[in-house]
């Protein structure tokens, strides 16, 4: 389904991202973990056309979307939902519904797309008058997957959305991301938190300084000893 090969990004002298390759297949969720700086959420970027690539290439359904818009890519079906939530303050929870949805026409569908988006997240369903800046931390990021959620993406990138939540948060977070994938909605998932990452993948890489240095299903890296030490403190 999405497809990245030999990709390399620079920032004036630093080389970002250093011929990475990476498959997110469909029905599948797909985690890319590693330390601060490492450059996960480079490659999200890059995906997107946020940033600009050196040399490489993105295959979107065996379509080279690497030098496409990001409105376009967007509009293909690839969504991002940014680290830091990124909601928007001022406007109560269903208008940062309704923003998520821009792009769309199909009135009937949005309607039923947003009672979806309430039944994964209850409590935002208790707060649709609610203006997003006095959510807590943990409702804000629930209203920003439930946002991207709401521009009907066929691949939900996801960066960092554990980063600063309570342990029980975390949980319900994760797991509405698995039900997500039940929806059908591929996902490609950028964690810090190794250990909840890998318990819902069904593939995992792990980057550092810009390379894949290990990959595997979450279950085999959740095992390997290297991994263990590095990320998951044993």
């Known amino acids: 389904m999405l497809a990245i090969r030999d990709l390399n990004v620079h920032y004036g002298g630093i080389h970002a991202l250093r011929g990475i390759d990476i498959d997110v297949p469909d029905g599948k969720i797909i985690s890319l973990i590693g330390a601060n700086g490492a450059g996960k959420s480079t490659t999200l970027k890059a995906i997107m056309g946020l940033v600009s690539k050196s040399t490489g290439h993105v295959y979107w359904d065996n379509t080279d979307i690497t030098g496409m818009k990001t409105k376009d890519i967007v509009n293909s079906g690839i969504i991002l939902c940014p680290e830091g939530r990124k909601i928007f303050p001022d406007l109560t929870v269903d208008e940062n519904l309704s923003v998520g949805a821009y792009l769309r026409k199909d009135k009937v569908a949005i309607a039923k797309d947003r009672e979806i988006a309430y039944d994964l997240f209850p409590r935002l369903a208790e707060r649709t008058w609610q203006l997003g800046a006095t959510l807590s931390g943990g409702e804000q ?94």
């Open 141 to 234: 990021q629930m209203l920003a997957v439930a946002r991207a959620l709401m521009s009907k993406p066929r691949l939900l990138m996801l960066d960092e959305p554990s980063l600063g939540l309570a342990p029980l948060v975390i949980k319900d977070i994760f797991s509405v991301i698995q039900k997500i994938k039940e929806e059908g909605v591929n996902v490609l998932l950028i964690e810090q938190n190794a250990k909840a990452a890998l318990d819902i993948s069904d593939y995992a890489y792990v980057m550092e300084s810009g390379v894949i240095s290990m990959a595997g299903s979450g279950k085999a890296l959740l095992s390997d000893p290297r991994v263990q030490k590095a990320y998951l403190g044993e």
